[in-house]
């Protein structure tokens, strides 16, 4: 029997959409059906064996319709897998250690009991929306600093950890 995905995101410029569209892909990849939804439109989780939520990083806070998925949902995820990740550095740190996660984070991760999370360097360009991301790039620290083969390695090892799973039953 094929497992279904949910991959929610809560995005402002749309880095945090395309990390969780890039996990689908590599779920979808391993066999499993993935729908990538944005955190505020999904309002049942029922149909979903697994579910990875993302957020972007603003000023040390995860997205709002992610912290609000997570506290939404939270008795209909509780038995079921389920990954969190985050996105935002805007530099290559999230690529070269580990980054624990924004208090927003933590609190979604242990009220889901999740099996874990990761930040992933985030992207910031021209024409992003709000006065501080503008400010940001007037500065010049813009730029896209995703590490798109490791976060399709950390995908991977959802699939694999779900498989492990299956295994054990």
């Known amino acids: 029997m094929t497992r279904t995905a949910l991959v929610a995101y809560g995005t402002k ?68 897998p389920v990954w969190l990740f985050s996105s935002g550095p805007l ?19 242990q009220r889901l009991g999740a099996e874990g999370h990761v930040t992933f360097g985030g992207r910031l360009e021209a024409g992003a929306r709000g006065r501080i991301a503008r400010a940001i790039l007037k500065q010049g620290r813009g730029g896209d600093f995703r590490d798109f083969d490791r976060i399709a390695a950390w995908a991977t090892g959802i699939a694999a950890g779900l498989a492990a799973e299956a295994e054990r039953r």
Request: neutral net charge; hydrophobic residues 40%.
């Open 13 to 80: 410029n749309g880095s945090t959409a395309e990390i969780a569209d890039h996990i689908a892909t590599v779920l979808r990849g391993i066999g499993l059906d993935a729908d990538v939804r944005p955190a505020a439109e999904v309002s049942d989780v029922g149909p979903y064996d697994v579910v990875v939520l993302g957020g972007a990083l603003y000023m040390g806070r995860w997205h709002r319709d992610a912290r609000r998925f997570a506290r939404r949902h939270c008795r209909a995820l509780a038995d079921r």
């Open 91 to 109: 530099d290559p740190s999230a690529s070269e250690r580990d980054i624990p996660p924004v208090p927003g984070a933590r609190r979604a991760e």
